[in-house]
């Protein structure tokens, strides 16, 4: 496995600066970006080809705290953490409501499928602006959840690096980490299906 915190010359630690990733990763593959070796060998063509790739994935890799995470916990541990399929209890009541707005909405499309009155279709998009308000309701609530996760990754990132370099320690840490890891992975995952809703509501 590629490590991309070496790739870009950063320390491995949970919490890096985006901004800092993207400038990065744009000095580094400058030279090796396929418009800047079109006049080298094939050979050349391919290792500037294949490296600039690999920049492209660690700066996407790191840029995004999910999966930044979840490449740390790879590299500390060798292997990617277990697939859980329980939700944690403190994020149960989001997913019980979230997927509830999102099975009425989804009834909603389906019943507006069925019109086909002109005069019907006006009354129904009003109603489409409706539950595209009630969705936003929620997009913006998962908004403030993002800011309690990023400054709980603020927090761990402190504590990652003065943790005490104890196997004991280390494994608390990781455990933490894997907890926010997948705390991120739920935020997308709902963000994704509220936009989706939103996305096919406008049409």
Same mark, same amino acid.
């Given at each position: 496995? @590629?490590?991309?915190?070496?790739?870009?010359?950063?320390?491995?630690?949970?919490? #890096?600066?985006?901004? %800092?990733?993207?400038?990065?990763?744009?000095?580094?593959? @400058?030279?090796?970006?396929?418009? %800047?070796?079109?006049?080298?060998?094939?050979?050349?063509?391919?290792?500037?080809?294949?490296?600039?790739?690999?920049?492209?994935?660690?700066?996407?890799?790191? @840029?995004?705290?999910?999966?930044?995470?979840?490449?740390?916990?790879?590299?500390? %541990?060798?292997?990617?953490?277990?697939?859980?399929?329980?939700?944690?209890?403190?994020?149960? *009541?989001?997913?019980? *409501?979230?997927?509830?707005?999102?099975?009425?909405?989804?009834?909603?499309?389906?019943?507006?499928?069925?019109? @086909?009155?002109?005069?019907?279709?006006?009354?129904?998009?009003?109603?489409?602006?409706?539950?595209?308000?009630?969705?936003?309701?929620?997009?913006?609530?998962?908004?403030? #959840?993002?800011?309690?996760?990023?400054?709980?990754?603020?927090? #761990?990132?402190?504590?990652? #690096?003065?943790?005490?370099?104890?196997?004991?320690?280390?494994?608390?840490?990781?455990? %933490?980490?894997?907890?926010?890891?997948?705390?991120?992975?739920?935020?997308?995952?709902?963000?994704?299906?509220?936009?989706?809703?939103?996305?096919?509501?406008?049409?």
């Amino acid at each position: 496995m @590629t490590d991309y915190f070496a790739l870009l010359n950063e320390p491995r630690r949970p919490g #890096l600066d985006p901004d %800092r990733i993207r400038q990065l990763f744009l000095a580094r593959a @400058t030279d090796v970006h396929p418009d %800047r070796v079109h006049q080298a060998d094939e050979a050349e063509k391919a290792a500037a080809n294949r490296h600039y790739a690999e920049l492209n994935a660690a700066c996407q890799c790191l @840029t995004d705290p999910k999966t930044r995470l979840l490449h740390l916990l790879e590299l500390e %541990r060798g292997s990617r953490p277990a697939e859980i399929q329980s939700i944690p209890t403190v994020l149960a *009541d989001w997913f019980v *409501d979230i997927a509830a707005v999102c099975q009425e909405a989804d009834m909603f499309l389906l019943e507006r499928e069925k019109v @086909t009155s002109p005069l019907l279709k006006i009354q129904w998009f009003q109603r489409a602006q409706d539950w595209i308000e009630r969705i936003q309701v929620w997009q913006q609530k998962l908004n403030e #959840l993002r800011g309690e996760l990023d400054e709980r990754l603020k927090v #761990l990132d402190a504590a990652w #690096l003065t943790a005490s370099p104890t196997p004991e320690a280390k494994t608390a840490s990781l455990a %933490r980490l894997e907890e926010l890891y997948r705390f991120y992975g739920y935020f997308n995952r709902w963000q994704n299906q509220l936009s989706e809703r939103v996305a096919r509501l406008s049409f």
